[in-house]
């Protein structure tokens, strides 16, 4: 499914745009985290305990899929170390005797950008999808 499916589906929705807009943009910084693995369960529990609509969170959370989530995840983490000041942010790992704790060891330094940067570039896409989506739910519905 396409952005541009995505953003039809979410038109359709009979709510106020700045509901979908929220709910949307929630389920783009929940995508976006740095709790992989666990970002449908949270897009739903967000939408519950906020009273989002559950569609427009999910399609957020979605922004990241098996498509972009190696992009995103890169990036951000290259912003959090950017931030953060890491100078060694390529790690040398022995690909020829690779034990998955050593591995686990030869990352720890990337995870505080990792942590970092996806939370700061979720936020800010987030943000920028917010704007997104109210103007073109204004726009599908100018009396709204």
């Not at 922004?63 to 953060?84: E, Q």
Request: proline share 6%.
């Amino acid at each position: 499914m396409t952005f541009r499916d995505r953003l039809r589906e979410i038109v359709r929705i009979r709510e106020s745009p700045h509901r979908i807009a929220l709910a949307f943009s929630s389920g783009v910084f929940i995508g976006m985290s740095p709790l992989l693995g666990l970002h449908t369960l949270l897009g739903v529990a967000a939408a519950w305990l906020f009273r989002l609509n559950t569609f427009a969170v999910i399609a957020g959370v979605y922004i990241t899929n098996p498509w972009t989530i190696v992009p995103i995840y890169t990036f951000s983490t290259w912003i959090g170390a950017k931030c953060l000041g890491t100078k060694w942010i390529i790690p040398k790992v022995d690909w020829s005797n690779i034990i998955f704790s050593h591995l686990l060891n030869n990352l720890k330094p990337l995870l505080m950008p990792f942590i970092f940067g996806t939370l700061l570039v979720g936020f800010l896409t987030a943000i920028i999808s917010y704007i997104i989506i109210y103007r073109a739910m204004k726009k599908a519905h100018p009396l709204s």
